[in-house]
C-alpha cells in the first residue's frame, strides 16, 4: 500500500460546484498534514494546513480523520481559478513529507 | 528575498553524463528535500536532510547523491545519468513540522 494515496481525476465541474477530494495515509503515526496546489509546470504552493479539529479558510475546508487514516479538502462555490492539482502532503514521525500523486481539477464555465 | 533557489532551470543531459543540481535557502530552514516529478504523476522524494550533515533517503533514492555541508545548501548529484532520470526536480525546504519553501524546478532531460 502507497504511504499517500490520491485519487488523480480528473474531476470536472462546472463552476459554482461543491467538490471534495480525500486523500489516504498509511502511517498512523504521521504528525502533519497539508493540502498544496499545483499549476501546471510550476511548484507546489501552500494551501492549507489540515487541523485536528478541522480548518477552513474561504470556500476551502479541510479535515482529518484519523481513525479512518484520510485528510479532506472541500471547495465551495468552484471558480475557474480553482483548476490546478491538488496534492495531500504527510509528515511521518522521522519527519519526511510525503505526496501524494494529486487530484487534478478543472472548473468548467 | 530569495526563498528557494534552484539552478540550473533545464538542462540536457547525455547518456552517462554527470551534472550537480544546486539548491540553496536563505530562512535558515532546517529541513531540506529533493523531489522529482514526472509528467502526470506526484512529487517523489528522492533525498531529505534534517539538518547540516545529516541526509537520508527517500522514496527513490538510486541514481542520485546528497550533501549538507551547510544549513544553506543542498546540492544533488547524478553520476551516470539515464533516461529514466529525465524529470523536473524540485528542492524544498521547512522548518520541523512546517510549510514547504519550494524552488521553481529543475527540468532535466537525459538523452
Known amino acids: 500500500r502507497k504511504e499517500v494515496e490520491q485519487d488523480p481525476g480528473p474531476f470536472n465541474v462546472p463552476e459554482g460546484a461543491t467538490v471534495a477530494f480525500n486523500c489516504t495515509y498509511s502511517?498512523?503515526?504521521?504528525?502533519?498534514f497539508f493540502w498544496y496546489r499545483q499549476d501546471c509546470r510550476k511548484e507546489p504552493k501552500l494551501l492549507m494546513s489540515v487541523y485536528s479539529s478541522g480548518n477552513e479558510d474561504g470556500r476551502f475546508t479541510a479535515q482529518l480523520n484519523r481513525a479512518s487514516q484520510y485528510i479532506s479538502l472541500l471547495i465551495r462555490d468552484s471558480k475557474l481559478s480553482d483548476s490546478a492539482t491538488y496534492l495531500c502532503v504527510v509528515e511521518s514521525n522521522t519527519g519526511k513529507l510525503i505526496f501524494g500523486q494529486g487530484t487534478t481539477l478543472q472548473v468548467k464555465p | 528575498n530569495a526563498g528557494v533557489t534552484q539552478t540550473p532551470k533545464f538542462r540536457i543531459l547525455k547518456i552517462g553524463q554527470s551534472m550537480t543540481l544546486q539548491c540553496t535557502q536563505d530562512?535558515?530552514?532546517?529541513?531540506m528535500y529533493w523531489y522529482r516529478q514526472d509528467p502526470g504523476m506526484g512529487l517523489k522524494l528522492i533525498y531529505y536532510s534534517v539538518g547540516a550533515g545529516i541526509t537520508d533517503k527517500g522514496e527513490v533514492p538510486n541514481g542520485y547523491n546528497v550533501s549538507r555541508s551547510t544549513t544553506e545548501d543542498f546540492p544533488l548529484r547524478l553520476e551516470l545519468a539515464a533516461p529514466s532520470q529525465t524529470s523536473v526536480y524540485f528542492c524544498a525546504s521547512s522548518p520541523p513540522g512546517g510549510e514547504l519553501f519550494f524552488g521553481e524546478g529543475s527540468r532535466l532531460t537525459v538523452l
Open positions: 530562512m535558515n530552514h532546517n529541513y
Open positions: 502511517n498512523s503515526a504521521s504528525q502533519s
